[in-house]
């Protein structure tokens, strides 16, 4: 039983719009319990952020934790940024685990915003398909990596990717598909969520543990 007593108003809206909207995905909102609010963060951490979706790509997480930490040990007070990748030999960072694709797609990230071909001090101000244009131009980056740093870490609230494969698996299983649902029957379901799109994924990504 979810208290909203014991929530912030932002959450005792969003679960109430899933509440009228969508009786499936609420049952499941009471299993997992209080959702935490999105944080966005700043420019400054663009970056890094970016760098380790990348290198969560198509990895479990664990993997992708045990990567990333010895790539960001590569940097002095682990201080991920643009010019010292840059600095770093091609070699040390495929010796901490990345694949020879990653490496060069972090490597390729650093030079287009060195040589200001990426800015993201605008990103704030741009929509949710804008910012995807944009990163999308960045050899390595495609709409998954996108759309994950819309929503963890410009924490914009209606995104919903269907390109995750735990999305589409939760959705199977919530939904009590008998296999995985078109794009056409994902897309039904997911707009009843909107504006709380991103809120409805962690939803399914807690649930997919249960």
Request: overall charge positive.
């Amino acid at each position: 039983m979810i208290k909203f007593n014991n929530m912030g108003k932002i959450n005792q809206q969003i679960i109430k719009h899933f509440q009228r909207h969508d009786k499936v995905l609420f049952s499941a909102i009471e299993r997992v319990g209080v959702l935490k609010e999105l944080q966005p963060d700043g420019p400054e951490n663009y970056f890094f952020r970016l760098c380790r979706e990348i290198v969560g790509q198509q990895l479990a997480d664990k993997a992708s934790e045990a990567i990333f930490s010895r790539f960001e040990a590569l940097f002095s007070s682990k201080k991920v940024t643009p010019r010292k990748v840059l600095k770093i030999p091609h070699k040390a960072i495929r010796n901490a685990g990345l694949s020879h694709a990653k490496a060069r797609y972090i490597r390729n990230l650093a030079e287009k915003i060195v040589s200001k071909n990426l800015n993201f001090k605008n990103f704030q101000n741009l929509d949710d398909e804008q910012v995807i244009k944009e990163l999308i131009g960045v050899k390595g980056i495609g709409p998954w990596t996108a759309e994950m740093f819309l929503m963890f870490t410009l924490a914009r609230e209606n995104v919903f990717s269907y390109g995750d494969l735990g999305l589409r698996k939760a959705i199977t299983k919530l939904y009590g598909f008998k296999q995985e649902p078109t794009r056409e029957q994902v897309e039904k379901i997911s707009n009843k969520w909107a504006p709380y799109k991103t809120y409805a994924c962690l939803v399914l990504w807690q649930n997919l543990d249960a």
